[in-house]
């Protein structure tokens, strides 16, 4: 573990293309797009690098000198990260040899150099073996961390990146709850149930509003599904359209629906004190 990191060492499952749905919502940003210095973290990535090469491949088309700093607190993860990095350097690989990329030990202290901070954070399945309780230190480190205008992603997936949810922060606090879904075969949108990120994961109860959220889509998914015949997308956009309709606090349009998610202000799920 690397001198004064803050956390435990995760399961390290990685896979490829794991991380695609959070990537490219983080692709999308304006934080990202508009930051001075666009430095982005990927704390905690795993048995391999590639999630971190990954995602500043994907960042880059929307930013092109953006930078990737994927920290681990395992110091055996790091030497893998850094032998992968060498054959990228060495051309060996589809990775970009001058991507902007680098790999160091740390934990939720988010330990950067020249006393910078970051323009996002991506904290992926990391906090899914902690307590409930532990969560708002975890967040308050990592937040601390942040520029001025910057955004902390901390959220969950499935093993093969499927089903996806993620809380957004800012310095300030949580801003928004996004959902996202493969939605072919889809049964019903509760099946995040099982992948909501720490913090409302044990919420799922009646009585908590991500309990209500998550049934009123689930109710939505019903109404609307004779658009099925028309696909799986148009039926996506019609329950985003209706739970907007229904007065829930949806953020975002079209252009994120088309993609399967459902972006919701916090307040509209946050746990019940």
Known sequence: ???????????????????????????????????????VVDLG????????LELHQRLAKARADVQVLGLEIEPG???????????????GTPFDPAARIAFGLGGFEVPLPDGRHAAVIRAFNVLRQYREVDVAAAWERMQSR??????????????????????????????????????????APSVVAERLPKALIHR????????RFLSE??????????????????????????MRGAGWPVLGGRKRWRLGELTV?????????
């Open 1 to 39: 573990m690397a001198s004064g990191a803050v956390g435990t060492v995760t399961r390290g499952t990685t896979n490829t293309n794991r991380l695609r749905r959070v990537d490219r919502w983080i692709a999308a940003l304006p934080e990202l797009r508009r930051a001075t210095d666009p430095l």
């Open 45 to 52: 990535y795993g048995a391999s690098g590639v999630t971190a």
């Open 77 to 91: 993860r790091v030497r893998t990260a850094n032998e992968q990095l060498a054959r990228v350097r060495a051309g």
């Open 146 to 187: 942040l520029q001025p205008h910057g955004v902390l992603v901390e959220g969950t997936c499935d093993e093969i990146g499927r089903i996806a949810s993620w809380i957004a922060l800012d310095r300030e606090g949580p801003r928004s709850l996004t959902i996202s879904l493969r939605r072919r075969g889809l049964e």
């Open 204 to 211: 799922n109860v009646p009585g908590e509003r991500v309990h």
């Open 217 to 242: 889509l689930d109710r939505e998914w019903q109404i609307h599904s004779p658009l099925a015949a028309y696909g799986p997308r148009q039926r996506w956009i019609a329950v985003a359209e209706g």
């Open 265 to 273: 202000a916090w307040e509209a799920v946050a746990p019940s004190e």
